[in-house]
Each structure stands twice: as structure tokens, then as C-alpha cells.
């Protein structure tokens, strides 16, 4: 299996602009989680889904994050519009079940200038 | 939410030698995993482990649930094994809202 693949790798753009992050889970995985990476505040989660349906989106941080899960083997994480605090190592990971063994993607380096 | 501490923060070892790494937490789990950071930012799956004691290879993990923490072993430590190592757990009920400890940061010298 190729593990969960997110596009893409690296991303810089201007405050302001609309940034569309992506994710493929590894097949069969039922549950995907988006996760931000920062050095002040660590690793937190953003949202998680299960059978693509959003359980828990507490800690997306503002109105401008919105994330969706149109079917089994594609997410989105789009930020509208992008700020420099939102500057961050965003991860998608996937997991069989929802209390299990969760699976890292690469990773996406967001930078806002 | 529940309270993910782990110790130490930094960690110095020379090839060869073995170490512990600790992570307690505030409340029961249903979800206890354990995570390494390689230098190139790739976030690679220890153990999941909620209860008792796992081994693969030169790492292994108890958890004491009862106590509220776990523990992991690296043994022979190489130099491969630098990054940092992230526990992450669940509290019991709360489905699977994975919380980050701060880490523990591993640098393995020749």
C-alpha cells in the first residue's frame, strides 16, 4: 500500500489567498483525521471523520478552515482566507477504526507570507 | 481534556546504550499510541498501545493503565533512533480525539 498520500508537499502563498490542502487515506481505512503541526502549540487535531462524515470539528479555529470528505478515498482542508498565524506542518492520518493505530501521512509545509 | 505529559523533554544518549521514556496522563484511556518524528518531519507509529506490554524489535511499550502512564524502551539505541517521540492518547468516551504530549527529543551520538 503507498500509506496516506497528501498533496502538496510544500505550499507558499500570499495572506489573503484561498489554500486547498488534500488527502488520500489508506484504502479501507474508515477514519481520517487532520492535524496541525505548529512549535508553539505542538500537535493538535483539527477534525476527524468517520465513514466520511464529520464527527468532531472542535478544533478547527475559525471559520476560515473547512474541511470536507466527499467519499471513502479523498479529503480536503481549504483555508479562506489565509493568514501567517495559520503557517504550520498540517498532517492527514487514517486509522481502520476510530480507536486504532493511526497512519501519518508526509505532511503539507504551509507558509503564509 | 485530558493531559499528556512526557519526560524528559531532551534526551542525550550514545550509540549503544538504552533508555526510558515516560508518559503519563490525567484520566483514563481507551487510546494510548506511541509516535516517532524522524529529523525529516515523517510521523511514524510506534505501538498502539492501551494496555499492557508490546515489543518490535529494539523498542518496547508498557502501558499500566490502572497508574496512568506509559513507558517506552529503546534498546541498543542507533543512531536512526533520533527525532522526537510523541504519546498521544484518548479519554475513555471521547471517541478518537488523539491528544499530543510535547514530546521527548532523542539525539543518538557515535
Known amino acids: 500500500d503507498a500509506g496516506v498520500i497528501q498533496s502538496p508537499r510544500h505550499e507558499v502563498t500570499e495572506m489573503g489567498q484561498e489554500v486547498t490542502l488534500r488527502c488520500k487515506p489508506i484504502?479501507?481505512?474508515?477514519?481520517l483525521f487532520w492535524y496541525r503541526q505548529t512549535m508553539m502549540r505542538g500537535l493538535e487535531l483539527l477534525i476527524y471523520?468517520?465513514?466520511?462524515?464529520?464527527?468532531?470539528d472542535s478544533g478547527m479555529p475559525e471559520d476560515r478552515f473547512s474541511a470536507k470528505m466527499p467519499n471513502a478515498s479523498f479529503s480536503t482542508l481549504k483555508i479562506q482566507p489565509s493568514e501567517p498565524r495559520d503557517s504550520a506542518v498540517y498532517f492527514c492520518?487514517?486509522?481502520?477504526?476510530?480507536?486504532?493505530?493511526?497512519?501519518f501521512g508526509p505532511g503539507t509545509r504551509l507558509t503564509v507570507l | 481534556g485530558i493531559q499528556v505529559e512526557q519526560s524528559p523533554p531532551d534526551l542525550i544518549l550514545q550509540e549503544g546504550a538504552n533508555s526510558t521514556l515516560r508518559c503519563n496522563f490525567s484520566?483514563?484511556?481507551?487510546?494510548l499510541q506511541w509516535f516517532h518524528q524522524n529529523p525529516w518531519g515523517q510521523l511514524i507509529n510506534l505501538f498502539y498501545?492501551?494496555?499492557g506490554t508490546k515489543q518490535n524489535g529494539r523498542l518496547s511499550a508498557t502501558t499500566v493503565a490502572t497508574e496512568r502512564y506509559s513507558l517506552l524502551y529503546i534498546s541498543s539505541s542507533q543512531t536512526t533512533d533520533s527525532g522526537v517521540y510523541f504519546c498521544?492518547?484518548?479519554?475513555?468516551?471521547?471517541?478518537?480525539?488523539?491528544?499530543f504530549g510535547t514530546g521527548t527529543r532523542l539525539q543518538v551520538t557515535l
Open positions: 471523520f468517520n465513514n466520511n462524515v464529520p464527527i468532531d
Open positions: 492520518a487514517s486509522s481502520i477504526g476510530d480507536v486504532d493505530t493511526q497512519y
Open positions: 484504502s479501507g481505512h474508515n477514519s
Open positions: 498521544a492518547s484518548t479519554r475513555t468516551g471521547t471517541a478518537s480525539k488523539l491528544t
Open positions: 484520566d483514563s484511556v481507551n487510546n
Open positions: 498501545i492501551p494496555s
